[in-house]
Structures are given as C-alpha cells and as structure tokens.
C-alpha cells in the first residue's frame, strides 16, 4: 500500500501563492507518477497535474498551464505543487494521487483509482 499526506492549503486572496506539498510512504515512490486533481463540492474531480516517475515529463489542465508548477524530490518521496497566480476558480480540495498504470494524458478520462490522499482545501479570496 502507499498512503499520501497532503499539506500546504489555506487561505488566500486572489493573485497570491500556495505550494502544495504531498508525502508518500510505503510502496517505491520513484516508481510511480504522481499527480494533483482537485474537487469543489457538488461538482465532478477535476485533473490539474502530473508528473512522470523520473520526473522528465509534466502535464497540465489547460486552465493552469503558466501559473502552476509540478515537481517532485525523490529523496524526500515528496511531490509539489506550486501555485501562482491564484483565482477564485482555483478553490476546492486539491488531492495527491499515484499511479504506474496510465500515461499521463489518460488522466483526464481514466483517472488513478488505487491511492488518493485525504485531500487539502484551496480557498481563494476575490
């Protein structure tokens, strides 16, 4: 099993930051590529981003793209998640998830099933 701890959420007025941060444990994280999708109550989970195990590839929603950034540290078996340029739009639980199963763009129609963090809430004040 692997369990995922997100961090890093909170309150923020518009055009701000957050980094999102998500700690992997168990299974061999550098095996996995990891990824954000986020969530606003009564609406369907929505992909954000995701990153290749080796970190050397990235995909992005459209509506990120140039304000978000995803990393990871193998080391500290940790994936990022830097927000910038903040938009009410951007509110909702944000969730850590791993996957080997899919390439990256079959995120978006096909998410990862198998491990899902609790989730870390994103308020963005106009």
């Known amino acids: 099993q692997m369990q995922l701890v997100e961090s890093g959420g909170g309150l923020v007025q518009a055009g701000g930051s957050l980094r999102l941060s998500c700690a992997a444990s168990?299974?061999?994280?550098?095996?996995?590529?990891m990824g954000w999708f986020r969530q606003v109550p009564g609406k369907e989970r929505e992909f954000v981003a995701a990153?290749?195990?080796?970190?050397?590839?990235?995909y992005y929603t459209d509506s990120v793209k140039g304000r978000f950034t995803i990393s990871r540290d193998v080391a500290k078996n940790t994936v990022y998640l830097q927000m910038n340029s903040l938009k009410p739009e951007d509110t909702a639980i944000y969730y850590c998830?791993?996957?080997?199963?899919?390439?990256?763009?079959?995120?978006?129609?096909?998410?990862?099933?198998?491990?899902w963090g609790q989730g870390t809430q994103v308020t963005v004040s106009s």
């Open positions: 998830v791993a996957d080997k199963l899919r390439t990256l763009g079959a995120w978006t129609l096909d998410p990862p099933k198998d491990y």
């Open positions: 168990g299974r061999a994280f550098s095996t996995y590529d």
């Open positions: 990153i290749t195990w080796a970190g050397a590839y990235t």
